[in-house]
Each structure stands twice: as structure tokens, then as C-alpha cells.
């Protein structure tokens, strides 16, 4: 199979599928290096192809027309999946985490959890992992950009975070 013929297998294949799909596991399937399909997706992505990476792989943005919006968050770090389960449960989809670090500037990490599964498969990582979550770098306070379906949504949500101590706001 040449490349073009593998970037339309691997473009059809993400747009059908609505798990993550890693590209060590495209490599296994069409027999070449990890860095290969890296490359192969890259190029999909200068095509103009909606293909997002996460911690469990590409997936294709299903969701262009939900509205993009910004919320602020602080709290422990066992507090997390709390909070990630908060948002799934209210519609919304978390893109990623962002800290703004004294030294750094911003640093943020993507994450582009949309289910209850991606949330479990990002705690089984964070549990087995001996790093620190971004929050940690700055007292729990975070952002995330999430992707939600109205205006009303995401009041909803904002309200939902504070009501349970995980929202942000400067007194």
C-alpha cells in the first residue's frame, strides 16, 4: 500500500471510529514505523483534515459546530476525576489543560475527553504515572477549553463547578 493510499485508510478510519486510535497500532496494521503514520497524520492535518491527538491516540473532530468556550478551575488533585466527570455528564467535551507558570508562560496539555471511557483511561494513566498533573505547578488553579452545544450549556456547567467547589473565580 503507498502513503496516499494508508492516509485515506487512516482518515476513514478515524472518521468512522469514535474511539482514539493510536499510531502505534496503525503502524501494526499497515506494517510500518510508528513514525511513519506520525508523519502520514501530519500531512492529513496540512490537508485541512480535522484529525486531533490526545493521550489515547487520533481521533477526527466530530463536533466543528460546538461553541468553543474557556472555564477556570481550582482544586486537589483527587478532585480530578470528579471534575472530568462533572463536565462529560453535562455534555461537554474537555480539549485540554492549561497552566499559566511563572517561569514558562502558559503550558498546556491536550486531553480531548469526550466519555466516561476516556476519563477512565486518562485516571488508569495518571494513577500509574510518578509525574504531576499541570494543576499542581499552580496551587490546582487550571483552565480548560471545552467544546459544549449552547451558551446555556455552558452557564450550566460553570454554575455546576462552583456549586461543587471546583470552579474558580477571585473574590
Known sequence: MNGKDRQESIK??????????SANQFAQQFKVSRQTIVGDIALLRAQGEQILASFNGYTYDQAPNKIIKMIVCKHRVDRVQEELELLIRNGAEVQNVTINHEIYGELSGTLLIKTENDINEFMT???GHKGRLLSELTAGIHTHLIKVASEESFTKIQQELFDAGLGYQTD
Do not use: D, R
Open 12 to 21: 476513514e478510519q478515524l472518521y468512522n471510529n469514535a474511539n482514539a486510535i
Open 125 to 127: 494513566k495518571l494513577n
